[in-house]
């Protein structure tokens, strides 16, 4: 009996464990000036010539990030102005990317299982990739909205994510849930709070 015990919390404690690891957060960095009303915003036009982007970056990767910053704003109720003159905000992007060589992921499971006679049964499967390291772009998007009438930032959002080995079709997925997640604290939420 203690041995079914310990193979029950062992279990318990791998489950846990395993609930903890699919937990995602966001790692979306943002800040504002507090003493703006941003309802008062709903033309952009793009700051700068080259989108804040550095000379390096590559530039499908910049297109993606433009088009998805394009229809997000849309969604958010924004157009984009005839001019800068005539825009509410000017948005800036800049991507700083770096490439990585990552070792693929070793991993494991265990399994418990019970029958009618009493018997309990323990599996362990473990799985090791077999080939060498692979090269992953971690990339660090950072968005800025610029207020065209004194030409100040009033808000900041940024994140880092990853690419690797994806068809086009699923890097514009990452850019687009990237930019999506980035601009979804915008507008800011305003937090009370009583001393």
Same mark, same amino acid.
Not at 38 to 50: P, R
Not at 124 to 149: Q, T, Y
């Given at each position: ?11 318990? +404690? ?17 800040? !504002?000036?507090? $003493?703006? =009303? ?13 989108? $804040?982007? /550095?000379?390096?970056?590559? #530039? ?32 800036? !992007? ?24 009493? =018997? ?11 080939? $060498?390291? *692979? /090269?992953? @772009? ?15 930032? *009033? ?9 690797? @080995? ?18 979804? +604290?915008? #507008? #800011? @939420?305003? *937090?009370? @709070?009583? !001393?």
């Amino acid at each position: 009996m203690p041995l079914l015990l310990a193979l029950q919390r062992l279990l318990f +404690f791998s489950i846990c464990i395993a609930l903890a690891g699919c937990q995602t957060s966001s790692n979306v960095i943002v800040d !504002y000036d507090t $003493g703006t =009303n941003f309802s008062t915003f709903q033309t952009y036009d793009w700051l700068a010539a080259d989108k $804040g982007t /550095a000379n390096d970056i590559d #530039p499908l990767l910049a297109q993606r990030v433009q088009q998805a910053l394009r229809t997000k704003l849309l969604d958010a109720g924004f157009h984009q102005a005839v001019s800068q003159q005539q825009a509410d905000i000017w948005v800036r !992007y800049q991507i700083a990317a770096q490439t990585r060589s990552q070792q693929p992921q070793s991993g494991g499971s265990i399994s418990f299982g019970g029958g009618s006679g009493g =018997n309990t049964t323990m599996g362990v499967s473990l799985s090791f990739p077999l080939g $060498g390291d *692979i /090269a992953v @772009k971690e990339v660090e998007l950072m968005i800025d909205l610029v207020n065209v009438k004194n030409n100040k930032l *009033i808000w900041r959002g940024s994140k880092i994510f990853k690419l690797a @080995k994806q068809s086009p079709a699923e890097m514009t997925a990452v850019v687009d849930a990237a930019v999506a997640e980035i601009l979804a +604290f915008y #507008p #800011p @939420k305003r *937090i009370n @709070k009583t !001393y």
